[in-house]
C-alpha cells in the first residue's frame, strides 16, 4: 500500500513536471512578444530592453524555465526598480497586466469555480442517481425512455447553448430569478445559491444523463446476480434488497468518477463562467488570454493540470478503497 | 450496413447530416441562390431606436432574409449561417481525420513494438488524456499570430490535444488481433511488421476506430463551437455558430430568434452525428449495443 503511494504520486508528480515543461517551452517561446505589448506604441529599443529584463525574459529560455521552477517549489525574487521584492512559493510570478502575483489572482477566483463545480455535481449526482434508480428498476418504461434521450442530447447541447436557453425562460421570459452575478456565500447564502442556480443547471444536464445511464446500467447487472437472487430466496423485503444491496453496487463506479469529474468541471467552467459572467478562474484565462498576459495563462493551465491529475489519483485510491476486490500494486 | 439501415434514428441522422454537410460545401451558392452575403450591413433594416435590433418580426425574417438579419450590423443571418456550417463542418471533420491518423499510429506502434515503446508510448497517451484540452486549447490558440490561417489551426489545436482516445483504443485492439493466427501466419511467412501493420492489423481496426471516430465528430464540433464562443476560434467577418451565439448574449433579450437560429442549428447538427455514431456502434458493435442505447 505505501509502495503503491509512493509510485503513483511520484508518477502523478513526473506529469505535472511534464506538464510544466510543455507549457512553458510554448507560452514563452511563442511568436508573440509581450514584451513588445508591455511596452506600448513609441517604444524604443532602450525601453524595450529595460522591459525584458523587468519581465524576466531576457534570459534564455531554459534560465527562464529554471527560475520558474524554482519559484514554484522555493519562491524567488524579482527585480523590481532599484529594489527587489519576494515572491513566496508556489510562485507563479506577477501579472504582466495587473503586477499582482497570479498565485493571488488564482486564490481570489477559486471560491467563484469551486462554487459551481461542486454545486453543479451535487445536483447531477441527485438527480443522476436518482433517474438511472428508477429506470433501472423498471417502475417508469416512460422515464427509461428520457433518459436515454438525454444521454443521446447530451452529446449535442453545447453547455453555453443549455445556458442561454435557461436565461431566456427564467431571467426573461419568466422572471423568476435574478441575472446570475456572484455572491460569496460567506455574504449570503441563500443569495449564493440563488444566483448559482441556473449555472448548475447548465453544467449539470449533461452530466446527469451520465450518471443516470451509469447507474441503470449497474441496478441492472447487480440484480441479476446471485447474491441477490439468495437475498430474494431468504425473503428479504424488496425495498431492503434495492436499497442495501443493488444501489450499493450500481453506486461503486460513481464514486471515482465523481472526483475525475469534479476537476472535469472545473476545467470546463470556462464557457459556463464566460457565458453567465460569473468571476472564477475560467474567466480569468479567457481575459488573460485576450491581453496575453503569459504568467496568469501559465498559472491557471498548471492550477487545472494539478487538479486534473490530483483528482485522478484520489480517483485510484477512492476505487481501491470502496471495492474490497480491486487490489493496489 | 444493413442492419444500420433498419434504425430509424440512424436514418434521420444519416440523412440530416449528410444535408448539413451539402449545405457547407454548397455554402456559397446557397447565399448566392438567395442574393446575399455574409459582409453587407444592412442599417435600414435595423430599429435605431431600440438599439439596432433588426425591424419587423422573427428578427426580420423576409423574402430577402430568410432567416432575417444580424442585430446590430444587419447583416444576412441565412448567409452567415450557411458559411458558419463551413467553419463548424469543416474544422470537425479536419480534426477528427487528424486525430484517427495520429491515433493509428501511436496506437499501432504501441501495440506491435517492443515492452520499452509500449511502455513510453503509452506513458504519453495517459498524459495527453489528462490534459484539459479546452484550457489548453484558448492558450494555445491565444499566442499564435492572428495571420496564420484559423481554420486549420483549430483543427490542428483540437487534434494535438485530443488524439488520446483513439491511440487507446487502436492500442488495445491491436494487442488483441496480434496474437491472432492470421497474423503469426503472416510473420512466418517472412512479412515485416510495418506490412504485418498494413495488411493484417488495419482491417481489423476499421470497425472500431470507425465507431469511435464517429463520435469524436460532434465532441470535436462541441469544442469547436466552445472556443468560438470563447472568441479564439475563426477571425469576424468569417462566421461560425459559436461566435454568432457568443454575441447573441448580448442580444438574446431583444432579439431572442438570434439564439434560436444558429443555437437550433448547432443542436439539431450534433444530434444528427449522434444519431449516426450511435447508429453505426449498434451495428458494427453487437457487444456495446447497450452503451448507448
Known sequence: MIGYLVRRIGGALLVLFGLSLLLYGLFYLAPSDPAILTCGKGCTPER????RHAMGVDDPVATQYAHFLQGLVAGRDYPAGPATRHCPAPCLGYSFETDQPVTALLLDRLPVSVSLAIGAEVLSLVAGIGAGALAGLRRYRWLDRVVNGLVLAGYAVPVFLVGLLLLLIFCVQLQWLPFPTYVPITTDP????QNL???????AVIQTAAYA?????????TLAEDHIRTARAYGLPESRIVWRRALRGALLPLVTLTAIDLAAIMTSAVLTETMFGLPGVGQLLVGAVNQIDLPVVVGVTMLTGVLIVAANTVADFLYAAVDPRVELR | MRRALRDRGFLFGAVAALLMVLVAATAPLLAA???????TYHDNLLDSARGGVPLGRFGGISGDHWLGVEPGTGRDLFARV??????????AIGATILEVLIGLLVGTAAGLGGRWADTILTRLVDLVLALPILVLAISLLAIVPPDWPRPLLLATVIAVLGWGGTARITRGETL???TRDYVAAARLSGAGWFRVARREILPGLTAPVLTYAALLLPTNMVVEAGLSFLGVGVRPPTPSWGQMLSSATTWFRADPMYVFIPGGLLFLTLLSFVLVANGLRRALDPRQSEVLR
Open chain 1, 190 to 193: 441563500l443569495a449564493w445559491a
Open chain 1, 197 to 203: 442556480l441556473l449555472p448548475w443547471v447548465a453544467l
Open chain 1, 48 to 51: 524595450l530592453a529595460e522591459v
Open chain 1, 213 to 221: 445511464r451509469l447507474t441503470r446500467a449497474g441496478i441492472q447487472e
Open chain 2, 33 to 39: 441562390a438567395a442574393g446575399q452575403d455574409y459582409t
Open chain 2, 176 to 178: 488483441t488481433l496480434r
Open chain 2, 82 to 91: 450557411v458559411y458558419g456550417a463551413q467553419v463548424s463542418l469543416g474544422v
